[in-house]
């Protein structure tokens, strides 16, 4: 284990513990709202979303359940390609649920447009989507997001559930690295 502060690795704080508390706060209470008394079955991209479905099923006060898929997009580089595999499927049966798809990030778009066509195709009422952050790269896809937390520039974040070599998942916080770590 190396001892260095975590802190020193970031550049500098996108939105603090208590925004991300507040804006998720807002997010659940639209979605109350929406769903009015529904059950609603929270699916979690792992493993990026663990944060944010923790802080908003807790916010919320529908009944809701919970399911979890991993899915990995092949792809050059970095960039996705759109082309999914599932890595850990559902355990749920979606046939009649109301299914809202609980993000942390939408980048391209091309994996979660592949994910809603995917979970669209096993006969739920409704899926719709929330992610706590989408970054404008998102716009060129064709895909309706109804509850979005933050609009962010196309700049890397961490923290929150979003890692960078699978480090930083843990902050309470967002923040962008500094380019010593990636560099
Ligand atoms: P799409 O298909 O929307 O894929 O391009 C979104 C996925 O890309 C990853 N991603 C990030 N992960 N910080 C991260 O930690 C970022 O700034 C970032 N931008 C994209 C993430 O896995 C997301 O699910
Ligand atoms: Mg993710």
Redesign the pocket.
């Known amino acids: 284990m190396d001892s260095h502060d975590v802190q020193a690795d970031l550049k500098h704080v996108l939105y603090t513990k208590e925004q991300i508390q507040s804006r998720v706060a807002e997010l659940a209470a639209q979605i109350d709202a929406d769903y009015e008394g529904r059950d609603v079955l929270l699916v979690g ?1 792992l493993k ?2 663990v944060m944010v479905m923790a802080d908003l099923s807790r916010a919320l006060h529908s009944h809701v359940t919970m399911d979890w898929m991993a899915v990995s ?1 092949y792809g050059s580089g970095t ?2 390609s ?1 082309v999914v595999r599932i890595l850990k499927d559902l355990e749920t049966d979606l046939m009649g649920k109301h299914v809202l798809i609980v ?12 994910l809603k066509a995917n979970l669209i195709s096993r006969g739920p009422a409704t899926v719709e989507i929330c992610t706590l ?1 989408r ?1 404008p ?2 716009a060129k ?1 064709e895909i309706d997001v109804k509850y979005v937390g933050y609009e ?1 520039p196309s ?4 923290g929150y ?4 070599a699978e480090k ?1 998942r843990n902050l309470d916080f967002i923040g962008t690295l500094a380019p010593h770590i990636y560099e």
């Open positions: 991209v990026g979303a997009s960039q996705s759109g993000e942390d990030i939408i980048d391209s778009g091309l994996t979660l447009s592949w952050l970054k790269e998102a896809v962010i700049e890397f974040v961490v559930g979003l890692d960078f930083y």
